[in-house]
């Protein structure tokens, strides 16, 4: 059992700066590959960034690339998504997520509980 736990979410105007945490505990945490997804109200969980098991490569949805970064620190055990020029439309809850595999799609096998970010003036 992979056990995450995200944190940094929060409400920001637009054009603002958010970043959301996420840590790990439970199985080595070097064996997954990383992800973030996000879920929007009255829409379907959506893949936002991910990232390869040693940190060499990642991956973002075109709605995001230019604007979010994703990390993850092996020794501390926590991935990370750096939010910059945020808009109203990523107003979502956000899911850090776990795999043995990297993917690019929803079907993860560990997640998270989630956190609010809200993108409002």
């Known amino acids: 059992q992979v056990q995450l736990v995200e944190s940094g979410g929060g409400l920001v105007q637009p054009g603002g700066s958010l970043r959301l945490s996420c840590a790990a505990s439970?199985?080595?945490?070097?064996?997954?590959?990383m992800g973030w997804f996000r879920q929007a109200p009255g829409k379907e969980r959506e893949f936002v960034a991910a990232?390869?098991?040693?940190?060499?490569?990642?991956y973002y949805a075109d709605s995001v690339k230019g604007r979010f970064t994703i990390s993850r620190d092996n020794a501390k055990n926590t991935v990370a998504l750096q939010m910059n020029s945020l808009k109203s439309e990523d107003t979502a809850v956000y899911y850090c997520?776990?795999?043995?595999?990297?993917?690019?799609?929803?079907?993860?096998?560990?997640w998270g509980r989630g956190t609010q970010v809200t993108v409002s003036s």
């Open positions: 439970g199985r080595t945490f070097s064996n997954y590959a």
């Open positions: 990232i390869s098991r040693p940190g060499s490569n990642t």
């Open positions: 997520a776990a795999d043995p595999r990297l993917r690019l799609g929803v079907p993860y096998e560990y």
